[in-house]
Structures are given as structure tokens and as C-alpha cells.
């Protein structure tokens, strides 16, 4: 079983940034490509950023492209996603996720964060 923990959401004001982390429990967190979802109320759960095991490929959504970089650290088992001129359309839950296939579709993820709130104001 994987644990995958975020923190570093809170609130900002537009225009501000946020790096949000992602610590996973597992020893073979190095071969799994990480995601980042986002959840905003009354909203599906959209994909946000992901990246292959070995940070060589990163995509990211249309919204967030040259907002949103998606970073990694194998040696220290996390995953991160700076956020810069963040917009209040960015609030949401933000939730990590790992699985073997560096994917935009949630479904394809095995393991999953508790979620960590971003909330931007105007």
C-alpha cells in the first residue's frame, strides 16, 4: 500500500503563489509516474499536471500551462507543483496521484493524496 500525503495549499490572493508538495511512504515511489488533480465544488475532479517516473515528460492542462510547473525528487520520495500567478478559477481541492502511466485521466492512477485546499481570492 502507497501513502501519498500533500500539503502547502492555503490562501492567496490572484497573482500570488503556492508550491504544493506531495510526500509518498513508499521505496518504489522512483518508478511511478505522479499526477496532480484538482477538484473545485460541484466540479469533477480535472486533471492539473503530471509527469513520468523519471521527470523526463510533463504535461499539463491548457489552464494552467506557463502558470504550473510539475517537478520531482526521487531521492526524497515527493512530487511537487509550483503555482505561480495563480487566478481565483484555480481554487479547489488539489490531489496527488501515482500510478504507472504518466496519464491525464484519473482513472489510470492507483494511489491517491487526501487532498489539500487552494483557495485564491480576487
Known amino acids: 500500500q502507497v501513502q501519498l500525503v500533500e500539503s502547502g495549499g492555503g490562501l492567496v490572493q490572484a497573482g500570488g503563489s503556492l508550491r504544493l508538495s506531495c510526500a509518498a511512504s513508499?521505496?518504489?515511489?522512483?518508478?511511478?509516474?505522479m499526477g496532480w488533480f484538482r477538484q473545485a465544488p460541484g466540479k469533477e475532479r480535472d486533471f492539473v499536471a503530471a509527469?513520468?517516473?523519471?521527470?523526463?515528460?510533463?504535461n499539463y492542462a491548457d489552464s494552467v500551462k506557463g502558470r504550473f510547473t510539475i517537478s520531482r525528487d526521487n531521492a526524497k520520495r515527493t512530487v511537487y507543483l509550483q503555482m505561480n500567478n495563480l487566478e481565483p478559477e484555480d481554487t479547489a481541492d488539489y490531489y496527488c496521484?501515482?500510478?504507472?502511466?504518466?496519464?491525464?485521466?484519473?482513472?489510470?492512477?492507483?494511489?491517491w493524496g487526501q487532498g489539500t485546499q487552494v483557495t485564491v481570492s480576487s
Open positions: 496521484a501515482g500510478g504507472r502511466l504518466t496519464s491525464v485521466v484519473a482513472g489510470q492512477y492507483n494511489y
Open positions: 513508499t521505496r518504489s515511489f522512483s518508478t511511478y509516474a
Open positions: 509527469i513520468s517516473w523519471d521527470g523526463i515528460r510533463r
